[in-house]
């Protein structure tokens, strides 16, 4: 089969060859060009030092030197524009022994690809490509990926043990490409599934999102049932354990979770607010005389709840402020008044409002059909007061008020907590009489 690489890995890998070394694109790239799919990343091996392949080129960064790897950055002249322009380049290794499932000790250069490759996690990125060799597949990776398989390379209680993020990435590898994850490679991860305790939450953070990203994020199910999300995302397990004997509901926390995740745009933010909004039912359940179950004051719980699971995976605050409002305010009673719409906006802003009916719709993909339709014009109705309030420019917080707090202290309001208190009082005011947003108004109002 013929790969077309890009002009910048086509200059390193004739580089290097023209120079007496061997050179391939190799793991992602391949596996992704054989799919057919667009690869992000191009990686390249060689037999090559790093030192030497330091020399070839003229511009390099030492990304990772004691582990082989240098990041060549190829001239515009040979790009012609084209990205990526950089690309890392790893000479053929041995890893030594892993002490902590995370990395080795040490790592060997070897001279041959058969042994870089047999270091590698999975059959399907275990394969490398040039122009002359063609597809160089030792493993079956070619055979896996039309199966539809995930297989370690040789023996998987080794590759798990060498390094445990290995078993968070069989499931995100699964959801990615939709494919089953092979017999031995399944119980070699529910061997080795503890050592995930052993792995950094950045590279945690990193899987677990692709996964929730992926166009299959209900495959995060398969983590449970394999005893991931125990080790890394405990909360989602007894999400995945609390019951919903109520008429809205027809799942469990957890499978409920599941619709909405699938239900809402593949977005960092969107992603883990649906996975997150009722992360607090289990704790708040509570059942009454009739046998049926409430979860009274889980958004304001699951806020806390939320934020602290995020911060565990050390996302950004960005990130982090987005789902904590969603998880707030995802089961808030807005009303059906152009009123209460102000209020709401006031609270959380006119500009993720997109995002919140993004949530809410999805929601209601995991609940029963009890009062489905009703649920739906809800919903619409919204939408509507939302178009109507945001179209006529209503004053929706204090930047927008027509009196500022400047004016206020020319008035002669004092500085201070006061002054703050008679913002929040003009700006109450207008959101409950929208036409008195003028000095004049404000300033009867106030009776100064």
Same mark, same amino acid.
């Not at 580089?15 to 596996?31: D, P």
């Not at 063609?134 to 590759?159: F, M, S, T």
């Not at 060498?162 to 494919?179: G, Q, T, Y």
């Given at each position: ?146 199966? @539809?398989?995930? !297989? ?63 166009? +299959? ?8 049932? &394999? ?21 809205? +509901? ?91 719409? !102000? ?72 500085? @201070?907590?006061? &002054? ?29």
């Amino acid at each position: 089969m013929q790969i077309e690489m890009p002009r910048g890995a086509n200059y390193i890998i004739d580089t290097l060859k023209q120079a007496g070394f061997e050179a391939y694109i190799v793991g992602g790239c391949v596996r992704d060009a054989v799919l057919g799919l667009k690869p992000h990343d191009w990686d390249i091996t060689t037999n090559a030092r790093p030192e030497q392949v330091k020399r070839l080129f003229g511009k390099t960064i030492d990304t990772g030197i004691q582990h082989g790897t240098v990041t060549v950055l190829v001239p515009k002249s040979v790009t012609l524009g084209e990205v990526p322009y950089d690309f890392e380049v790893t000479t053929y290794r041995l890893d030594g022994v892993y002490e902590d499932h995370r990395r080795p000790k040490a790592v060997t250069f070897t001279g041959a690809l058969s042994d870089d490759l047999a270091r590698r996690d999975f059959t399907i990125n275990a394969m490398a490509y040039n122009h002359e060799d063609g597809l160089v597949d030792i493993y079956g990776g070619q055979k896996d990926l039309a199966d @539809g398989v995930i !297989r370690c390379v040789g023996n998987p209680e080794e590759r798990f043990s060498e390094d445990a993020l290995r078993v968070l990435r069989a499931v995100r590898f699964a959801a990615k490409l939709d494919f089953t994850i092979e017999d031995d490679t399944r119980m070699a991860i529910q061997t080795h599934v503890l050592d995930l305790a052993f792995v950094s939450a950045e590279r945690i953070r990193e899987e677990l999102t692709k996964l929730l990203t992926s166009n +299959h994020p209900g495959r995060i199910r398969e983590a449970y049932k &394999l005893g991931i999300t125990g080790v890394v995302l405990p909360e989602f397990d007894r999400m995945m354990e609390q019951e919903q004997n109520n008429p809205y +509901h027809c799942y469990s926390v957890g499978e409920h979770t599941i619709h909405v995740v699938e239900a809402v745009p593949p977005e960092v933010h969107l992603r883990y607010a649906a996975l997150l909004h009722d992360v607090a039912k289990p704790a708040c359940h509570t059942t009454d005389e009739k046998g049926i179950d409430h979860f009274y004051g889980h958004p304001q719980i699951g806020t806390k709840d939320a934020v602290k699971i995020l911060r565990r995976l050390k996302f950004d605050n960005d990130t982090i402020r987005k789902v904590e409002r969603l998880v707030r305010y995802h089961d808030y009673d807005i009303g059906d008044t152009e009123k209460g719409m !102000r209020h709401f906006l006031a609270k959380f802003g006119t500009e993720d409002f997109p995002d919140y009916m993004k949530l809410r719709r999805a929601d209601m993909a995991g609940q029963s059909s009890y009062r489905l339709d009703e649920r739906r014009a809800y919903l619409e109705k919204l939408e509507e007061l939302y178009q109507a309030v945001t179209s006529r420019g209503d004053c929706l917080s204090l930047k927008e008020l027509a009196l500022s707090g400047r004016d206020l202290m020319e008035m002669g309001v004092p500085a @201070g907590p006061g &002054l703050g208190r008679m913002l929040d009082k003009l700006l109450t005011h207008v959101l409950d009489h929208p036409e008195d947003n003028n000095r004049e108004a404000l300033i009867k109002y106030l009776h100064i």
